[in-house]
């Protein structure tokens, strides 16, 4: 039995064989003709013109095929002319403390700068509203203090901000980037020209922020907002292992931070230099066309005036400390802060000054006096210095306390003139004693109970 099932799969190899399908001849397609064309224009446009482009030219030379089919042409040509063209790149190996890309990316408005140490990975993003090159250089200073060092060489992309011209190639640095890269003692690199790829480690850095951490929390109420959850994010992402290094960026941050270059003692001034002003002696200072208040204690001194994230910054000239925060104003306006002042404004008091003995003995009596002497003024009593005088006739009639209650009960009902005061007095105590209107009596109505009796409504009233 096992001989014939032998037999059987060397049959079944056998026939196998001889049932083997012919080889088919290469058949010829339409677009045939037309391939060194296609080849040609490849070859010019570096492999990048369409066939949507590319079919115009062709039927101006013939071809009446289908767009389909053209199109599978221009592919073939493309693959063809990739095997040799390939740029053949070389993947970068990195040493600690070499190198740091930088870049800028942009979306719905909002600026976010990125940073990246090659070697460690260790993400550094933060937000603001536009790219210039203060912005710039601050951001690559407080990534430099996060870091705890300045690596060798800083990679950036040909930026406007940071690059005053091209010559041969050659990117030259402007002179504020030159003295900051001097200052922190590190040398500016620049990628080549249209080539994002000399500096991918930072381009898909830019592409991470913009995906793990603007789409889910945007939008964002201002850049301080932004600030902090772009902190909190870089401190989630750099304490959990990277899968192109194997490793935490944190881990490797602190074993490269050893090879970077100290920081200097001081961060430099960055940008225009600040403006100076003096404080006058209403304790202002003048920015803009418009005045912002700043302490007593500041008055006659030099200050200088900033703007930074939207707000108004005064800070001592000698020492750097801030002293006042304002949000600015409009040209002409006036930004007051009550802390400078000792406290809110108190409304403005006229008092009472004596000069004649008249005056003096009637405002003796107290601050009711003050009181009726300034509401009689008010009113417009021209005779009120001789009715100083009958008052000092009624105190000595009537003495003291009760010339002092009819004074009270003369400003209670606005009384102004000195016979006023004398019918006050002849009243006496017979004088109603208004009093302030108390609550609000609310009764109860009472109700009569109904009921049905053969069909007809009869009430508590007719029962009776």
Known sequence: MRDDAQDGATHHRAAGGRGKAPSRRPRSRNYDSFAGLVAEKVEATSGKISAKRLLPVARAAGYEGSARDFRRLVSEAKKTWRRGHHRGRRPAVWTPG?????????????????????????RFVRFADNERAETTLAMLAECFETLGGVPKVVLADRRGCLKGGVVANKVIPTADYVRFATHYRFRPDWCEAADPESKGIVENLVGYAKRDLIVPNAPFEDLTVAN?????????????????????????????RDLLTALPSLRPTIGKPPITRKVDRLSYVRFGSARYSVPNALIDTMVTVMESAGRLLVAVLTTGEVVADHTPVAPGETAVLDEHYGGPRAAPRRAARAKTAEEKAFLGLGPIAETWLTGSASSGNTRLAGD???????????????????????????????????????????????????????????????RHELGEVVTGQECR
């Open 228 to 256: 902090i959850a772009a902190r909190q994010w870089c401190t989630e992402v750099n304490i959990v292992p990277h899968s192109e290094i194997a490793a935490v960026p944190a881990d490797r941050l602190e074993a490269e």
């Open 388 to 450: 100083l005088a009958e008052l000092a006739a009624l105190r000595a009639a009537h003495g003291e306390p009760a010339l002092l209650a009819a004074l009270e009960r003369a400003v209670m009902f606005r009384r102004w003139r000195a016979e006023d005061v004398r019918s006050i007095l002849a009243t006496g105590a017979g004088a109603p004693q208004p009093r302030p209107a108390g609550d609000a009596l609310v009764l109860e109505p009472s109700t009569t109970s109904t």
């Open 98 to 122: 070499e190198m740091l890309a930088i870049d800028w990316g942009s979306t719905g408005g909002l600026h976010v700068f990125c940073a990246v140490p090659a070697w460690s990975w260790v």
